[in-house]
């Protein structure tokens, strides 16, 4: 089960671009909260709490606890502009969510075991991971931070699907719902082979032409 993050964040009451550059500079990143069947709400948090939380896979897929000026609401974070070469973020979008209606929310995964499984220690062979997060449903209590997936028995040839991770209890996975063509492949370990390059190396067609040519009768004048 996930912990609890809280991030501290405070009311705004001016909108508008202008507005949103001057919180900026001020070192805020503007918001807006929404969902639940309340009205939306600005907000204003500090830029460098949301860097350091930005940092932890948690503050994209955790039910966060938004503290706003004193008054805590559970949301998930939805929507997010970066700067696209600063280390900026420029806005956040958080959805207000219902303890008692099940969420939908992509989570990452944990790879365990992969050097230390047979695949891992054959040379030659590939280990591919087509996902490295899968989408979920749960209630917000039952929301993990993330899925780990063992890898330990791993072999050459073999595929983990999706319908092979382990879930927690109240944790499950919709795609699996729509029929097998959904339990798409999570992990592959399949084998490289070297092709062998049928034309001889620099060199070796010389000399062998040259052992296969009859040789020459000297000329008399």
């Not at 501290?8 to 918001?31: I, M, T, W, Y």
């Not at 040379?123 to 993330?146: A, D, F, Q, R, T």
Request: some cysteine.
């Amino acid at each position: 089960m996930a912990t609890n993050h809280e991030i501290k964040a405070q009311s705004r009451h001016d909108e508008g671009k202008g507005a949103s550059r001057r919180l900026r500079r001020a070192g805020f990143v503007p918001a807006v909260v929404y969902g639940a069947g309340q009205d939306p709400q600005s907000i204003q948090i500090e830029h460098n709490t949301i860097l350091l939380s930005a940092r932890h896979e948690w503050f994209f897929s955790s039910v966060l606890d938004l503290n706003v000026d004193g008054k805590v609401q559970k949301v998930l974070v939805r929507d997010w502009q970066k700067h696209p070469f600063k280390l900026q973020m420029l806005h956040m979008d958080f959805q207000r969510i219902n303890e008692n209606e099940a969420l939908r929310v992509s989570v990452p995964l944990h790879f365990l075991n992969q050097e230390s499984s047979p695949a891992g220690k054959t040379s030659g062979v590939v280990i591919s991971h087509n996902l490295n997060e899968v989408e979920i449903s749960c209630l917000p209590k039952n929301l993990p931070e993330y899925l780990e997936v063992d890898l330990a028995e791993l072999k050459e040839g073999d595929i983990v699907h999706l319908s092979q991770i382990k879930l927690p209890k109240g944790v499950e996975i919709p795609a699996l719902s729509l029929g097998e063509d959904h339990d798409i492949a999570v992990v592959t370990a399949n084998a490289v082979r070297e092709e062998v390059d049928p034309t001889p190396a620099e060199g070796e067609a010389a000399p062998a032409a040259a052992a296969a040519a009859p040789a020459k009768k000297d000329e008399k004048k």
